[in-house]
Protein backbone atom coordinates (compact mmCIF):
# COMPACT_ATOMS: atom_id res chain seq x y z
CA UNK A 1 0.00 0.00 0.00
CA UNK A 2 0.97 3.67 -0.52
CA UNK A 3 -0.66 6.38 0.74
CA UNK A 4 -0.05 10.08 -1.31
CA UNK A 5 -1.06 13.25 0.07
CA UNK A 6 -0.27 16.58 -2.30
CA UNK A 7 0.26 20.28 -1.03
CA UNK A 8 1.51 23.42 -2.57
CA UNK A 9 -1.42 24.19 -4.47
CA UNK A 10 -2.72 28.14 -4.52
CA UNK A 11 -4.17 31.00 -6.90
CA UNK A 12 -1.00 32.84 -8.68
CA UNK A 13 -1.44 34.97 -11.61
CA UNK A 14 -0.60 34.42 -15.26
CA UNK A 15 3.65 33.95 -15.65
CA UNK A 16 3.70 33.17 -11.76
CA UNK A 17 5.87 30.14 -10.04
CA UNK A 18 4.39 27.25 -7.67
CA UNK A 19 6.13 24.43 -6.26
CA UNK A 20 4.13 21.43 -5.65
CA UNK A 21 5.00 18.31 -3.27
CA UNK A 22 3.69 15.12 -2.61
CA UNK A 23 4.47 13.11 0.62
CA UNK A 24 4.30 9.18 0.08
CA UNK A 25 4.24 6.63 3.05
CA UNK A 26 3.46 2.87 3.38
CA UNK A 27 5.36 0.78 1.12
CA UNK A 28 7.47 3.06 -1.22
CA UNK A 29 10.20 0.85 -1.64
CA UNK A 30 7.87 -0.99 -4.27
CA UNK A 31 6.98 2.20 -6.50
CA UNK A 32 8.34 1.70 -9.78
CA UNK A 33 7.01 4.93 -11.18
CA UNK A 34 5.06 8.21 -10.06
CA UNK A 35 3.62 11.37 -11.40
CA UNK A 36 1.84 14.49 -11.91
CA UNK A 37 -1.36 14.82 -13.57
CA UNK A 38 -4.32 17.29 -13.43
CA UNK A 39 -7.61 17.81 -14.55
CA UNK A 40 -9.59 20.57 -15.10
CA UNK A 41 -13.52 21.23 -15.11
CA UNK A 42 -15.20 19.36 -17.58
CA UNK A 43 -12.21 18.16 -19.59
CA UNK A 44 -10.67 14.62 -18.71
CA UNK A 45 -7.13 13.53 -16.88
CA UNK A 46 -4.25 14.08 -18.71
CA UNK A 47 -0.58 13.35 -17.69
CA UNK A 48 2.04 16.14 -16.76
CA UNK A 49 5.30 14.99 -16.09
CA UNK A 50 6.51 10.95 -15.00
CA UNK A 51 10.02 10.29 -12.93
CA UNK A 52 11.47 6.25 -12.13
CA UNK A 53 13.22 5.50 -9.08
CA UNK A 54 16.07 6.38 -11.10
CA UNK A 55 15.37 9.52 -11.65
CA UNK A 56 14.50 9.42 -15.41
CA UNK A 57 12.02 12.05 -16.43
CA UNK A 58 8.91 12.69 -19.42
CA UNK A 59 7.03 15.32 -19.80
CA UNK A 60 4.03 16.16 -21.70
CA UNK A 61 4.34 18.53 -24.45
CA UNK A 62 2.62 21.06 -23.37
CA UNK A 63 4.70 21.95 -20.25
CA UNK A 64 7.82 21.04 -21.46
CA UNK A 65 10.54 23.66 -20.52
CA UNK A 66 8.32 25.40 -17.69
CA UNK A 67 7.63 22.32 -15.30
CA UNK A 68 9.94 20.40 -13.56
CA UNK A 69 9.01 16.72 -11.72
CA UNK A 70 11.75 15.71 -9.73
CA UNK A 71 11.96 13.22 -5.74
CA UNK A 72 13.79 13.27 -2.84
CA UNK A 73 13.81 9.60 -1.93
CA UNK A 74 15.50 10.48 1.12
CA UNK A 75 12.43 12.75 2.64
CA UNK A 76 10.16 10.40 0.35
CA UNK A 77 8.49 13.25 -1.67
CA UNK A 78 7.64 14.26 -4.63
CA UNK A 79 7.84 17.57 -6.63
CA UNK A 80 6.51 19.48 -9.65
CA UNK A 81 7.90 23.04 -10.18
CA UNK A 82 5.98 24.88 -12.02
CA UNK A 83 7.34 28.20 -13.91
CA UNK A 84 5.32 30.50 -16.24
CA UNK A 85 2.31 29.42 -15.30
CA UNK A 86 -0.70 29.94 -17.42
CA UNK A 87 -4.53 30.21 -17.70
CA UNK A 88 -4.55 27.13 -18.95
CA UNK A 89 -2.52 25.17 -16.15
CA UNK A 90 -5.38 25.63 -13.90
CA UNK A 91 -6.55 22.76 -12.56
CA UNK A 92 -6.77 19.99 -10.08
CA UNK A 93 -2.92 18.42 -10.41
CA UNK A 94 -2.62 15.36 -8.38
CA UNK A 95 0.59 12.56 -7.61
CA UNK A 96 0.56 8.76 -8.39
CA UNK A 97 2.50 6.05 -8.05
CA UNK A 98 2.58 2.68 -9.85
CA UNK A 99 4.20 0.05 -7.95
CA UNK A 100 4.06 -3.34 -10.84
CA UNK A 101 6.82 -3.68 -13.12
CA UNK A 102 7.00 -1.89 -15.88
CA UNK A 103 10.11 -0.98 -18.28
CA UNK A 104 9.12 2.79 -18.53
CA UNK A 105 6.82 5.44 -17.03
CA UNK A 106 3.50 6.47 -18.85
CA UNK A 107 1.41 9.07 -18.57
CA UNK A 108 -1.29 7.35 -18.78
CA UNK A 109 -3.54 6.78 -15.55
CA UNK A 110 -4.45 3.56 -16.23
CA UNK A 111 -1.24 2.72 -15.62
CA UNK A 112 -0.96 3.89 -11.89
CA UNK A 113 -3.04 2.09 -9.04
CA UNK A 114 -2.37 4.92 -5.73
CA UNK A 115 -3.83 8.30 -6.24
CA UNK A 116 -3.72 11.39 -4.11
CA UNK A 117 -6.77 13.54 -3.01
CA UNK A 118 -5.50 16.43 -5.10
CA UNK A 119 -3.87 20.09 -4.91
CA UNK A 120 -6.27 23.20 -6.56
CA UNK A 121 -4.28 25.45 -8.79
CA UNK A 122 -5.45 27.96 -10.46
CA UNK A 123 -3.44 30.39 -12.64
CA UNK A 124 -5.27 33.99 -13.52
CA UNK A 125 -4.81 36.46 -16.12
Known amino acids: QVQLVESGGGSVQSGGSLRLSCAAS????????IAWFRQAPGKEREGVAT???????SYQDSVKGRFTISQDNAKNTLYLQMHSLKPEDTAMYYCAARVTWVTGCSLSHGAYSYWGQGTQVTVSS
Open 26 to 33: GNTYSRRC
Open 51 to 57: IDKNGST
